[in-house]
């Protein structure tokens, strides 16, 4: 059971005081009766709780989906630069959200944002292994002896040897590149691709587990996870 102004923030209906502010004013209505009293405690997945009339959607936590533009940085919150938190709209913004895992400022693509800490540590702790696919357009072409070497694991600055990875060839005159990584190191990509004497000109995340970034998102853009893509095994 939850105070129902506690409810009521924790769904993005507005700050504590906002929301209490509301209740006084008799804008919310449980189960159809008025309801002025902040205080009161209900179970909020067995009551219909609305709005000025317009039903709130409980939902314990909420699964983003954002295809990220160039430029934001993956993190709830900073004081100069933007974050992909700031991009959401209002409608999908709520206290507790952040980005599950880090993508460069540079890099575009497939960010999952959530406010379920258990989720996000499924997905990017090191021991569950999740593949991260990426879209790399590199500098030039890989010979095979580079592809070898990132198969195999490449050994990246500081002697560091990293897991395996899968490498197909995308567009071989654009030297365009997709590579599966299953692990997170900081700027993994562009530093396999320095082991073998390649710069990535840009890269793109396109999936994370069997997670497929929406081709019909806009840089940018962000939208929940569908209940058919929450079932999808986002570990390997
Ligand atoms: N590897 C990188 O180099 N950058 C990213 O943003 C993700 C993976």
């Known amino acids: 059971m939850e105070r129902l102004d506690k409810i009521l923030a924790s769904q993005g209906a507005g700050t504590r005081s906002e929301v209490r502010k509301m209740i006084w004013a008799g804008k919310i209505t449980v189960d159809g009766e008025l309801c002025r009293s902040i205080d009161r ?12 009339g317009v039903p709130v959607c409980y939902r314990k936590h909420l699964y983003i989906m954002m295809n990220k533009p160039r430029g934001a940085i993956s993190a709830s919150n900073d004081s100069h630069v933007q974050t992909v938190i700031d991009l959401l709209d209002p409608s999908l913004r709520r206290k507790g959200l952040f980005p599950v895992g880090r993508l460069d400022k540079d890099t575009t693509g497939l960010l999952i944002i959530t406010d ?20 790399a357009t590199l500098d030039g072409a890989l010979s095979e002896e580079d592809v070898r070497c990132l198969t195999e694991g490449a050994v990246i600055d500081g002697g560091e040897k990293c897991l395996p990875a899968q490498v197909a060839v995308l567009e071989e005159e654009n030297f365009v590149y997709e590579i599966k990584i299953r692990e997170g190191k900081y700027h993994q990509i562009k530093r396999m691709a320095q082991s073998v004497g390649r710069r990535v000109v840009s890269l793109e995340r396109t999936a994370v587990g069997a997670l497929t970034l929406d081709s019909g998102l806009a840089r940018g853009e962000a939208r929940e996870l569908t209940e058919e893509e929450m079932t999808l095994p986002l570990i390997n």
């Open 41 to 52: 405690r209900l179970e909020p997945s067995e009551h219909e709780i609305a709005v000025c």
């Open 116 to 135: 379920d800490g258990a989720f996000a540590h499924a997905v990017t702790s090191p021991g569950k292994k999740v593949f991260k696919t990426y879209r």
